[in-house]
């Protein structure tokens, strides 16, 4: 999925229910950051999994949403300097997890929208998020703020049907991007 063109001077509001407070990534974060990541269903996550992707995040750029009540960590994601031939001087979002007990608040949404902004504030043109088809409620999120898919391989297309028709989201592939040509 892509951050579309015309959205790049419009950065998304970052809404934060009640209860709940936006950080970044402080030292002594990393166990709680491993056990949220477990817990979204990412697997068993440790300092040597994370290494590659942390030399990627931007400064300020892993985002934390923390439950005021007791200060359990709910909510994860990070904004990476991560280019590719696909995507030239390329931000990502990545990692976006959320604790199953605080599903349903608005927190991924807000968290996605922190990422954006700080993409944004980077100076990012080709911003850009990798997932997988079943992590639908991730990808209603994206959908909702603004992200768009890009249809980059011979199946995209296909898969996006089945992933509207799961949402009861439009399926316009008309209107999204079809590989590299249409979106640099």
């Not at 509001?13 to 056990?35: C, I, K, N, S, W």
Request: with cysteine; charged share 20%.
């Amino acid at each position: 999925m892509i951050w579309p063109a015309d959205l790049l001077n419009s950065p998304p509001a970052v809404h934060l229910p009640e209860g709940y407070t936006l950080r970044t990534f402080q030292p002594g974060d990393e166990t709680p950051f491993y056990e949220l990541m477990g817990l979204a269903g990412f697997g068993h996550w440790d300092d040597e999994i994370m290494q590659p992707w942390r030399d990627m995040v931007l400064p300020d750029g892993w985002f934390l949403i923390v439950d005021e009540t007791g200060g359990q960590m709910v909510t994860t994601a990070i904004a990476h300097h991560r280019p590719d031939a696909l995507h030239p001087f390329g931000g990502s979002l990545g990692w976006l997890a959320g604790h199953p007990d605080h599903a349903g608040k608005g927190l991924g949404m807000a968290i996605s929208a922190a990422v954006v902004r700080r993409l944004l504030a980077f100076g990012y043109k080709n911003i850009y998020l990798n997932t997988e088809d079943w992590r639908l409620p991730a990808l209603s999120i994206y959908l909702r703020l603004g992200w768009v898919p890009l249809l980059y391989l011979p199946d995209m297309e296909e898969r996006w049907r089945d992933v509207c028709a799961k949402l009861g989201w439009p399926f316009t592939p008309q209107m999204w991007p079809a590989g590299h040509a249409e979106f640099s």
